[in-house]
């Protein structure tokens, strides 16, 4: 796991469109391919799955999700994990080893 | 061009913020899911920049656990209520998604 120092506006431009976990104080897990999101950390996610210790509901289309101070969003490319899950390849380049985490 | 606490990104990309999607539901049913166990099922008629809704036709769920204390059984129970015209101040909300397709 490595993480790299980039500019926040660089980091948004390249998880876009890359399947992703959300992960909320509150517990409750979303996973999805990430449309897209602000610079308010409001994020939109395609196809997701919320867990919560198990899997409760599943939300086809678009799900928005709030960016604020108290939730903190844990998101980062889950490449290896779901790469079944996801049908659009990860970008190019890097391995599976390429993690992002933005807290 | 906008600024957040994040750096935005720069106005000549194509890729749309999570709010103007939120847009393409204005007049449909949406399904709402708010802090302290709350969901909202109604028509969203209005939003804004805080996800601050006006939402009609409304129903809400509260859900509540309660434990046994002799069995350590964990009881759900959700309690609705309808409510036809309904102001949702903004940072209550955690997501917002198309009604949910149960299964």
Redesign the interface.
Known sequence: MSLRKQ???DF??QI?GRPVVVK?N?GVD?RGVL??????????IEQ?EEYVNGQL??????????G?ND?RHALYPVCDLISNFCTSAPRRGKSSEDHFEFI | M????????PTTNT?????D??RLSLDERIYVKM?NDRELRGRLHAYD?H?NMILGDVEETVTTVEIDEETYEELYKSTKRNIPMLFVR??G??????P??V?
Do not use: H, W
């Open positions: 500019t926040p506006s948004l431009k876009i909320l509150s979303y449309a897209c999101l602000d610079g308010y950390m409001n994020i939109a997701t509901k599943n939300k086809y289309g678009d799900a928005f999700l709030r604020n939730t | 906008k600024t957040g606490r994040f750096e935005q990104q890729v749309e913020e999570p709010l999607l939120i802090r920049q996800l903004g940072d909300v955690v997501l917002v998604a198309p949910l397709r299964g």
